[in-house]
């Protein structure tokens, strides 16, 4: 029989310590878990046994699960963790109710409290310069700025930009016709540098375009450029470039709103230019345009260096 060599199996003493053993051994043995990842349960229920301090399983009720919870949160555990706990703390009880005659389980009906929603990595404007003036005259380094430019310019998803075919460039217009989520299609403006970076890959976009091929952008084979091949490319243009951190395609999407935002303020243009159903998705971009703020009243404000 598989068994758990976890650090939370020594110091559980009594039922509490049979109940675990069972459960553990049930996971390995009937589930087919993992040891890694009954150790993994382990330390979940680890929590539990160290706060309910040796209380019996049966006698704890919602309110004291409630209370653990609200414990380990306020002593630093994110939502994401705390609803794994919940979780693995569910599923022991479950597994009590089954096979030692328990009769409630105070863990239903419990959620985690959320956590903070994480706010987008965005460049810094002269960062987003570096990332899309590229060196180069290779057709492959052309296309690339071509890419970048437009993700910069026009705030398209990676998928959008993949999709996209030359006739819906309107590039004397300075427009592009996306077709992004929900099929829904959207008519954005290009700036300058992206025409005219367009334009010079449209001019070399036959040196590596398999015939009848109809993709905007292609990849080293001829055919339409793939997903991961924008990513991997963007991420070693980003490296070469100087900036040190993770660059990926929907950083210059996040980027191009927070920049126009904090430029114009319109919050209803960066919705409909980024293509968002609901103007509450767009609003995040809000948060990051007064981190900005923030940041320029503590360097320049003398009022906020000084120490009360």
């Given amino acids: 029989m598989s068994t758990v060599d976890a650090p939370v199996l020594s110091s559980v003493e009594g039922p509490n310590n049979k109940y675990l053993q069972g459960y553990l051994a049930w996971l390995l043995n009937e589930k087919r878990y993992s040891k890694l990842t009954a150790e993994s349960y382990a330390r979940d229920l680890g929590h539990l046994f160290e706060l309910s301090a040796g209380a019996a399983l049966c006698d704890l009720k919602v309110q004291h699960i409630r209370r653990y919870i609200a414990q380990l949160h306020s002593g630093g555990l994110g939502g994401r963790s705390l609803a794994r706990l919940l979780s693995a703390w569910r599923g022991f009880y479950n597994y009590l109710l089954r096979d030692h005659g328990f009769t409630d389980n105070p863990c239903v009906g419990l959620r985690a409290p959320r956590s903070a929603k994480a706010l987008p990595q965005v460049l810094s404007p002269d960062q987003a310069i570096r990332m899309v003036d590229?060196?180069?005259?290779?057709?492959?380094?052309?296309?690339?700025?071509?890419?970048?430019?437009?993700?910069?310019?026009?705030?398209?998803?990676?998928?959008?930009?993949?999709?996209?075919?030359?006739?819906?460039?309107?590039?004397?217009?300075?427009?592009?016709?996306?077709?992004?989520?929900?099929?829904?299609?959207?008519?954005?403006?290009?700036?300058?540098?992206?025409?005219?970076?367009?334009?010079?890959?449209?001019?070399?976009?036959?040196?590596?375009?398999?015939?009848?091929?109809?993709?905007?952008?292609?990849?080293?084979?001829?055919?339409?450029?793939?997903?991961?091949?924008?990513?991997?490319?963007?991420?070693?243009?980003?490296?070469?470039?100087?900036?040190?951190?993770?660059?990926?395609?929907?950083?210059?999407?996040?980027?191009?709103?927070?920049?126009?935002?904090?430029?114009?303020?319109?919050?209803?243009?960066?919705?409909?230019?980024?293509?968002?159903?609901?103007?509450?998705?767009?609003?995040?971009?809000?948060?990051?345009?007064?981190?900005?703020?923030?940041?320029?009243?503590?360097?320049?404000?003398?009022?906020?260096?000084?120490?009360?």
Avoid: C
Avoid at 134 to 163: H, Q, W
Avoid at 167 to 190: F, S, Y
Avoid at 230 to 238: A, E, P
Avoid at 278 to 290: E, G, R
């Fill in 134 to 308: 590229l060196p180069g005259d290779t057709p492959d380094a052309i296309r690339d700025k071509a890419m970048f430019e437009l993700f910069y310019s026009s705030g398209l998803r990676l998928a959008e930009l993949v999709d996209l075919e030359p006739e819906q460039l309107e590039l004397t217009a300075g427009e592009v016709r996306v077709t992004g989520k929900g099929n829904k299609t959207r008519i954005v403006p290009l700036g300058g540098f992206a025409i005219s970076a367009l334009n010079a890959w449209l001019a070399v976009r036959a040196q590596l375009a398999n015939a009848g091929e109809t993709a905007l952008f292609v990849g080293a084979r001829g055919a339409r450029i793939s997903p991961r091949v924008v990513q991997l490319r963007m991420k070693q243009w980003g490296i070469r470039q100087g900036i040190t951190s993770n660059v990926h395609p929907h950083v210059l999407r996040h980027s191009f709103a927070t920049h126009v935002l904090q430029s114009s303020g319109d919050l209803r243009a960066v919705q409909e230019m980024l293509g968002h159903a609901s103007i509450s998705t767009t609003q995040v971009y809000t948060h990051l345009d007064f981190q900005y703020l923030s940041k320029i009243y503590d360097a320049a404000h003398p009022r906020a260096k000084r120490k009360l």
